[in-house]
């Protein structure tokens, strides 16, 4: 499974969109992007995936560059309940987690 | 969207018992199911991949022998932390391969938190 580079934290403010990076430049063609998210002493919530085009759902869109090496997950209008490690996963089968990436949703 | 549940949430148990966890898919079959570790302010490990009928496959540096994993049925996964100590405290999570997806369609349990005395 290919490795995922995440920015270790970000901030953003209640009501504003939160853009998530995370790079995989080794990913191979079959291999699906996934973003999961975790809140404190929960398990990991599943967010969204991908392939090759952009997707949305009643959650996040989320954006994956032509070339695949790179993606974006996107909270439109973050709120305090969206504070939480955001994980982005890239293979077709066990899932290797990176650090992810702390999000924390300020008022 | 399908549902994972693990028992117990929580459990706390004396140094040298062994204790079982058990990760349920609800309402869909899970011919894969894997479990992993979480220590405070890390992020996931996987320990070992289980499948339905057959030996597990462990991580590297995972014991086998203290970590035993059954898979009985495609909805059904248990990890039991034999002779445990407290260095086995930790956060355990499991999560299920739907089988009807035609990715990998993966839904995690609530964890499991282990305290050993």
């Known amino acids: 499974d290919a490795k995922t580079t995440q920015p270790p934290s970000m901030d953003c403010a209640e009501g504003r969109a939160a853009n998530l990076p995370c790079n995989h430049s080794?990913?191979?063609?079959?291999?699906?992007v996934y973003w999961y998210r975790q809140i404190h002493s929960q398990g990991p919530q599943y967010i969204i995936h991908?392939?090759?085009n952009n997707e949305t759902n009643e959650m996040a869109s989320l954006i994956i560059t032509e070339d695949r090496k790179s993606s974006t997950l996107i909270l439109p209008h973050a709120t305090l309940r969206d504070t939480a490690v955001y994980y982005c996963?890239?293979?077709?089968?066990?899932?290797?987690f990176g650090d992810g990436t702390t999000l924390t949703v300020k008022p | 969207g399908a549902v994972v549940s693990q028992h117990p949430s929580w459990v706390i148990c004396k140094s040298g018992t062994s204790v079982k966890i058990e990760c349920r898919s609800l309402?869909?079959?899970?011919?894969?199911m894997f479990w992993y570790r979480q220590f405070p302010k890390q992020s996931l490990m996987l320990m070992a991949t289980?499948?339905?009928?057959?030996?597990?496959?462990?991580e590297q540096g995972v014991e086998k022998d203290k970590f035993l994993i059954n898979h009985a049925s495609l909805t059904l996964s248990t990890l039991t932390v034999t002779s445990a100590h407290p260095e086995d405290s930790s956060f355990y999570i499991c999560?299920?391969?739907?089988?009807?997806?035609?990715?990998?369609?993966?839904?995690f349990g609530p964890g499991t938190r282990l305290t050993v005395l």
């Open positions: 999560s299920a391969n739907r089988d009807s997806s035609s990715y990998n369609e993966q839904f």
């Open positions: 080794t990913i191979s063609g079959n291999e699906y």
């Open positions: 991908g392939l090759k």
């Open positions: 996963i890239v293979g077709a089968g066990k899932s290797t």
């Open positions: 309402d869909f079959q899970a011919t894969t």
């Open positions: 289980s499948n339905e009928g057959s030996k597990a496959t462990y």
